[in-house]
C-alpha cells in the first residue's frame, strides 16, 4: 500500500504542477463538432449526468471514471441508455486526462475533489463541467478561477436553473422593475433525511480505491459510513446541506438581486434532529446582508419536510410593489399584498428533490456548454460568476462554524479581522495534492 500511496500522490503533484504555458491538449473545436466528453462519479448524480451528456446533440460520451469498480458500470449503463456506445472505463479519472481524445470532462465527485480536479483537467487541456459547488472552500475557487483565465478554457458549474427559460426571462423584467426595488430574498430547502448512525471502521472493500477517493484530503482509515452519500455531512470531504442544494436557491435569490458578496454574514441552528455522526447542519438559519441595504435569508432544513409555499424548495424575491416566488418549474408574481398576478410554467419538468436529479434543466445546461465548447456560446453559469454564489454559503458555514457575526469584503467575500473564519478560507491538504495554480 505505501508503495501505491507514493506512486498515486507522486503522479498527482507531477499532474497538478505542470507549468503554466500551453495546455497539453488544446483543440480548437467548430460548429457542430463532436464533443468528447468523460464523466467522473458516476455513482449517483453523475450516472444522471452521462445519461444526459450521452442524448446530448453533439455530444459524445468516451469515458467514465470512478474509484468504484461497480459505479464505473452503472455509469456505462447510463450512456447507453442514453443513446450512447459502451465508453471505456477506469479507476483512476487521470487516465482520461492523458487521453488526447477527450475535450471535456465532467466532474460529479464528491465535493473535496471538485476543484483540484477541475484544476488538473484544465492543466491538461480539457474543458470542464463541474457539479456545485465548484470549490471544497474558498481558496481553491479562488484557485479555479485563476486557472480557467489562464487557460481560456470552458468551465461551467451545474447549478441547473441558470438555464431555466422562465427564470431567465423573469429576472430580467425584476432587473427592469417589476416589483420595484427588489430588496431582500428567502432561500429554502426542506427535506426528511433520516438518521446516518455512527462511523463504520472496516476493511477497504475490493471494489473500492479508498486511497484515491481521499485524494487532496488528509489520509484516515477506511469508514464504511462516508461511501457513497453522507461524506456530504463531514466538513473534510463536504460542504453540508447549504451548499449541497442551498447553491442552487441561494444563487437565484443572488441573481434576482442582481448582488455580488455580502458585508455581513449570520449563522445558527446545529444537527438538531438526532445523535449521530454527523458534523453539519441539519437546520440552518443564515442572513447575508449586502451594500444597497438588500438582504438573503437561508432556511436550510435536512430533516424536516415542512415546505414553504407548498414547496420543499424554492426562493421568494421581496419589492416594493410586489414579490416573485421562483422555483424549478417556473415562477408566480404577486403584488404588494400578495395576490397572485400572473405565472409561467417551466416547459419543461426538472427532477426538485431527488439527489440524483435530471429532466429538462440539465438537458438546457448541458447543450449550453456544448455550444459553449464547440460554438463559443456564451454560458449561462460560467464559474468566475458561479463562484460568488458558492462562496455567499461557505461564508454561511464559516459565520456558523465560529459563531461570528462575520464583516466580510464585499468585494472579495473575505471575513475581515477575524482568524478563526480565516482558517476556514481553504484547507489542510495531504502531501503533494494541494492544487498548484
Known amino acids: 500500500m505505501a508503495n501505491r500511496r507514493t506512486f498515486l500522490k507522486t503522479t498527482a503533484l507531477t499532474t497538478a504542477g505542470l507549468s503554466m504555458g500551453m495546455p497539453l491538449h488544446s483543440q480548437v473545436l467548430g460548429a457542430n463538432d463532436t464533443v468528447n466528453v468523460a464523466v467522473f462519479g458516476t455513482n449517483s448524480r453523475g450516472a444522471s449526468l452521462a445519461r444526459t451528456f450521452a442524448g446530448a446533440e453533439n455530444c459524445r460520451v468516451i469515458g467514465i471514471g470512478d474509484v468504484d469498480t461497480r459505479a464505473i458500470e452503472k455509469g456505462q449503463k447510463a450512456v ?70 489562464s487557460s481560456g478554457l470552458k468551465v461551467q458549474m451545474g447549478n441547473q436553473t441558470r438555464s431555466s427559460v422562465s ?153 416594493t410593489e410586489g414579490s416573485v416566488l421562483m422555483d424549478r418549474d417556473g415562477y408566480f408574481v404577486y403584488d404588494e399584498r400578495g395576490k397572485e398576478i400572473r405565472h409561467e410554467q417551466e416547459t419543461g419538468k426538472s427532477v426538485s428533490m431527488d439527489t440524483a436529479g435530471g429532466g429538462s434543466l440539465d438537458e438546457l445546461h448541458i447543450a449550453n456548454f456544448i455550444r459553449g465548447v464547440n460554438q463559443d456560446e456564451a454560458l449561462n453559469s460560467e464559474v468566475s460568476d458561479a463562484n460568488t454564489s458558492v462562496t455567499i454559503c461557505h461564508l454561511g458555514n464559516m459565520a456558523q462554524r465560529t459563531q461570528s457575526v462575520l464583516k466580510t469584503d464585499p468585494k472579495t467575500g473575505k471575513p475581515q479581522q477575524n482568524s478563526d473564519a480565516m482558517a476556514l478560507w481553504s484547507r489542510e491538504y495531504e502531501d503533494g495534492w494541494k492544487p498548484n495554480v
Open 167 to 319: 427564470l431567465n426571462r423573469i429576472v430580467k423584467e425584476i432587473h427592469d422593475g417589476l416589483i420595484g426595488n427588489a430588496y431582500a430574498a428567502k432561500a429554502w430547502y426542506a427535506n426528511n433525511r433520516a438518521p446516518i448512525g455512527n462511523h463504520e471502521p472496516a476493511p477497504v472493500p475490493e471494489w473500492l480505491n479508498w486511497e484515491l477517493w481521499q485524494g487532496p484530503a488528509p489520509r484516515q482509515d477506511f469508514d464504511a459510513l462516508l461511501v457513497h452519500y453522507n461524506w456530504h455531512w463531514f466538513w473534510k470531504y463536504g460542504t453540508g446541506e447549504m451548499l449541497n442544494n442551498g447553491t442552487h436557491e441561494v444563487d437565484m435569490c443572488r441573481w434576482a438581486l442582481d448582488v455580488d458578496f455580502p458585508e455581513q454574514v449570520t449563522s445558527s441552528g446545529g444537527r438538531l434532529a438526532y445523535d449521530d455522526a454527523w458534523e453539519a447542519y441539519d437546520t440552518q438559519l443564515a442572513n447575508f446582508n449586502f451594500p444597497g441595504d438588500k438582504h438573503i435569508h437561508w432556511d436550510g432544513r435536512s430533516c424536516n419536510a415542512m415546505p414553504l409555499w407548498e414547496r420543499g424548495r424554492g426562493a421568494m424575491i421581496y419589492g
Open 80 to 149: 447507453m441508455a442514453g443513446g450512447g456506445d459502451k465508453p471505456m472505463g477506469h479507476q483512476d479519472f487521470r487516465t482520461f486526462l492523458d487521453n488526447s481524445d477527450v475535450d471535456a470532462v465532467v466532474i460529479a465527485t464528491p465535493d473535496h475533489w471538485h476543484a483540484p480536479m477541475a484544476i488538473m483537467a484544465l492543466e491538461a487541456g480539457k474543458h470542464v463541467y463541474v457539479e456545485k459547488p465548484c470549490s471544497h472552500n474558498p481558496a481553491e475557487g479562488e484557485m479555479l478561477i485563476a486557472k480557467q483565465k
